[in-house]
């Protein structure tokens, strides 16, 4: 059995080029998950108006608190995987791939039974202008129909990632992005559906990643030690204890963020469709910067995970360092983009002139809230790594509870600086994160943390 072919360790060799060839499989790959977003919108603000932006950014908005529960659910997975990797203890990861695949089947099929009759109800809580309602419903009832799919995939890619490869993940990835940008051409541009087309094109992609994802996993299953049998998919009850706790905190803390995102946009939204549509693009720009910073979280992460489980936290520290060396070049990069060219970036995604002159404003204050995303990933990758993510969910609650939401009331409201003040107390919050992961790096116990491997159900 060749177990190199899958299982990469992460243990040996150059720390920094261990982390920059391990994370740009993720960079790619988030940039394609980036990439499918911002098709959709590139394509709907061409083609249709600024109420289809509107509808799809407000629609997203609910769709990532949907993915949220399937990326931390793979997550706390993928955490677990890497422990168990470090530590060579390949006999288990039979049982913890069919936990987390079976588990991220149920969690998907549960939360789309909720979604879709409260979508309308939704909609009114997030303040969606009234002509882009019926299109935000629409497009979010549709893209329900790919979640159990997205659950699953990203089950296989974080157990894969756990193990070490980020490669093969992408290489799905790719070809389910080529088929959503060109069936979002074709829906949105040839057939005229708008919003809903490009969430059809969406939904296909969904299933084209699951469906290679899967024949790929079985091709190889003796090299990940899985053979696919319908008892191996059971849910085991000391494997679940594990993920679960892992990933109910990082499922709260997706959620918690997203919601305070949400209450911020409720709030931009009360200014009218133009404000909607500029913070709607602003946003998917933003989410460029994430390619690099998720990226390197990830990718720590998974790093962090093995050197722990394989005795090793002084590489695990230098793993935090090697990610601050790629963050804030990039962050410096970034800055100076955001502030030249913005105009030039808006109007990639809407001809509303309206919307383009809008766009300085609002990059000039993004450019605070990249700053916070550069210097809070490696800390908080390796809080993930070393499996303490009750942490990153208090910092989370913390982040977007009393923060965002507290920031951006102040500044919009009792400062009265309007929508400019949502948008900046919406850019600062995340220095809460920034502070309290940092303080946790260098003066926390984490390197003597009991590692998951140790950890039995009660």
């Known amino acids: 059995m060749n177990e190199k072919s899958v299982i990469r360790d992460l243990t040996e060799g150059s720390v920094f080029k261990r982390l920059i060839i391990f994370s740009l499989p993720y960079m790619a790959s988030s940039f394609l998950h980036t990439l499918y977003t911002l098709v959709d919108l590139a394509i709907v603000g061409r083609f249709t108006d600024s109420a289809g932006v509107a509808a799809i950014s407000n629609a997203g908005n609910i769709s990532m608190l949907i993915y949220a529960v399937g990326i931390g659910l793979g997550a706390g997975g993928g955490i677990y995987i890497a422990q168990l990797v470090g530590a060579k203890q390949y006999q288990e990861l039979k049982s913890s791939i069919g936990t987390l695949t079976t588990a991220s089947l149920v969690a998907a099929l549960i939360i789309v039974s909720l979604i879709v009759p409260l979508t309308p109800a939704l909609m009114r809580l997030l303040n969606v202008p009234e002509e882009a309602f019926p299109y935000a419903v629409s497009y979010l009832r549709i893209c329900c129909v790919g979640v159990p799919f997205t659950f699953c995939y990203g089950g296989f890619g974080d157990t894969l990632r756990g193990m070490g490869d980020a490669l093969h993940p992408l290489y799905i990835l790719i070809f389910s992005t080529i088929v959503n940008t060109i069936l979002d051409y074709v829906f949105v541009a040839i057939f005229r559906w708008g919003s809903a087309g490009a969430a059809w094109a969406t939904v296909i992609a969904q299933v084209f990643s699951f469906g290679f994802a899967y024949v790929f996993l079985y091709r190889r299953r003796e090299q990940f030690h899985f053979d696919f049998k319908l008892r191996s998919f059971a849910i085991k009850k000391d494997k679940i204890f594990i993920m679960l706790k892992l990933s109910i905190p990082l499922i709260t803390m997706s959620t918690v963020i997203n919601i305070s995102f949400m209450f911020v946009n409720s709030l ?41 489980g394989a005795g090793k936290p002084e590489r695990a520290k230098k793993t935090v360092y090697a990610g601050w060396g790629v963050t804030m070049p990039f962050f410096a990069l970034l800055a100076i983009l955001c502030l030249v060219i913005p105009e030039q970036a808006f109007s990639l995604f809407s001809n509303d002139p309206a919307v383009i002159a809008m766009s300085r404003s609002y990059m000039g204050i993004y450019v605070w ?26 910092i989370a609650l913390l982040d977007g509870v009393v923060a965002r939401i507290a920031l951006s009331l102040l500044f919009g409201r009792t400062f009265g600086m309007g929508l400019e003040g949502f948008w900046l107390g919406n850019a600062l919050a995340g220095y809460v994160s920034v502070i309290l992961a940092g303080l946790y790096f260098f003066f926390g116990k984490w390197e003597n943390r009991r590692l998951l491997k140790d950890t039995a159900a009660p």
């Not at 460029?288 to 093995?306: D, E, F, K, L, R």
């Open 268 to 308: 931009v939204n009360g200014y009218g469709l133009i404000a909607a549509a500029v913070t709607g693009i602003g946003s998917k720009i933003a989410s460029i910067s994430q390619i690099v910073t998720s990226s390197i979280q990830n990718a720590t992460s998974a790093i962090v995970g093995q050197n722990m």
């Open 369 to 394: 809230m990249c700053l916070a995303f550069c210097l809070m990933a490696p800390t908080l990758g390796l809080i993930n790594g070393v499996g303490n993510t009750m942490l990153n969910m208090i």
